[in-house]
Structures are given as C-alpha cells and as structure tokens.
C-alpha cells in the first residue's frame, strides 16, 4: 500500500521503483522449481515496472477494496504474464523475508551446535517506512554447502496455482464468451426474428 500511494502521487521515479519493488529470488530458502538448483531468476525489471504501472492505473483500490474482505497479493500478476506461482513465491519470500530469518534464528538457537551455524549479514531484510529504504541485519543462520539457510514454516507453504491467476481468468473469460454465444442461439431458437 505504500507504494500505491506513491504511485498515485506520482512519486515512482525508476530508482525508486528499482529500490522498492526489485526483487532477487531467495535462494537461500531453496523454494525454486528449478532442476539445477536454487538459484532463479527472481523478479526482474519488468515486473517492477509492471506493478508500479498496475498501481498507478488498475489496482488503484489495492488494501481498500469493497468487494473482499482482504487484499490479494496474487492479483497484482494478472495484468503481467509469466507471473505464476514461482514469481509470487519470490515475492512473497521478498516480503516476509525479516520473518523467515527471525523464524530461522530461533531454530537454529534451539535445535543446531554452535558449529552448524554462522553470523550472517542480510540485505534487504525489513522496510523503514521512516527512511524509505530497505534495512539489512545480522542473523545467526544455519550453515550448509557454503551459504547459509532459510527455513520456512510448512504451515505457509502451498504448491497450488494462487488462487487468483491469469490462466484461470483467461478460462473464465472464454467459458462467459461461449455462454453468452450459446444464449444467444437459444433464444433465436426459442424466439426467432420474424421477417
């Protein structure tokens, strides 16, 4: 919602954008879908400029809505495609990433030696909403094949397509077209033009 509002104000200037709404994957919590390991391609530049521009235009209500009870972080790829459920892992990921490492920090105090672990400095791990910017931390993480790791709570995670996507909303829009043709030669069928 913050970044609605500064889009609404036109206040999105590209750095800002690039600041604010570019996103790496995470590899670190080993989410990806990739055969070859977990490093992905993350959000890139066009989704950053898509999402600035959706804000700006079409999801304009985003955290007011009337006809929900809750926002969905889901819609915001319908308008853009090649947002599936990876891309919203990512950013999801992006998000509650100061979550994750706090989550992961209490387990590795709890259940790892001393030697399973390291003291790791993490970028972009919290947003100040003061300072405008992505704040970054220092966590002990759980050390495995050179990098640390993230652990993610089962509860969140889901391999289902979001529920909101644009696949579905493509299928529903052909399934209302051919509805409303079918209607149409109902009706002719039951109450023909005279001529």
């Given at each position: 919602?913050?970044?609605?509002?500064k889009?609404?104000?036109?206040?999105?200037?590209?750095?800002?954008?690039?600041?604010?709404?570019?996103?790496?994957?995470?590899?670190?919590?080993?989410?990806?879908?990739?055969?070859?390991?977990?490093?992905?391609?993350?959000?890139?530049?066009?989704?950053?400029?898509?999402?600035?521009?959706?804000?700006?235009?079409?999801?304009?209500?985003?955290?007011?809505?009337?006809?929900?009870?809750?926002?969905?972080?889901?819609?915001?790829?319908?308008?853009?495609?090649?947002?599936?459920?990876?891309?919203?892992?990512d950013?999801t990921?992006?998000?509650?990433k100061?979550?994750?490492?706090?989550?992961?920090?209490?387990?590795?105090?709890?259940?790892l030696?001393?030697?399973?672990?390291?003291?790791?400095?993490?970028?972009?791990?919290?947003?100040?909403?003061?300072?405008?910017?992505?704040?970054?931390?220092?966590?002990?993480?759980?050390?495995?094949?050179?990098?640390?790791?993230?652990?993610?709570p089962?509860?969140?995670?889901?391999?289902?397509?979001?529920?909101?996507?644009?696949?579905?909303?493509h299928?529903?829009?052909?399934?209302?077209?051919?509805?409303?043709?079918?209607?149409?030669?109902?009706?002719?069928?039951?109450?023909p033009?005279?001529?």
């Amino acid at each position: 919602m913050f970044v609605r509002d500064k889009a609404q104000a036109n206040e999105l200037t590209e750095g800002s954008v690039s600041h604010w709404l570019l996103f790496k994957e995470v590899k670190q919590n080993w989410l990806g879908f990739s055969k070859q390991g977990n490093s992905g391609t993350g959000l890139g530049k066009n989704f950053a400029q898509v999402l600035a521009r959706n804000f700006q235009q079409i999801f304009r209500d985003f955290g007011k809505e009337q006809l929900t009870k809750g926002s969905h972080l889901e819609k915001l790829g319908l308008l853009s495609g090649g947002v599936g459920r990876d891309h919203l892992s990512d950013f999801t990921t992006n998000l509650i990433k100061g979550y994750l490492l706090k989550y992961t920090e209490e387990f590795a105090k709890k259940y790892l030696k001393e030697a399973q672990t390291r003291r790791i400095h993490v970028e972009r791990v919290d947003f100040n909403y003061e300072t405008q910017r992505w704040q970054s931390g220092h966590f002990m993480l759980p050390w495995h094949a050179s990098d640390y790791v993230i652990l993610t709570p089962c509860e969140i995670l889901t391999r289902d397509d979001a529920w909101i996507n644009q696949g579905e909303s493509h299928r529903v829009f052909r399934r209302l077209r051919f509805l409303r043709e079918w209607s149409h030669e109902q009706e002719q069928q039951v109450f023909p033009r005279s001529s």
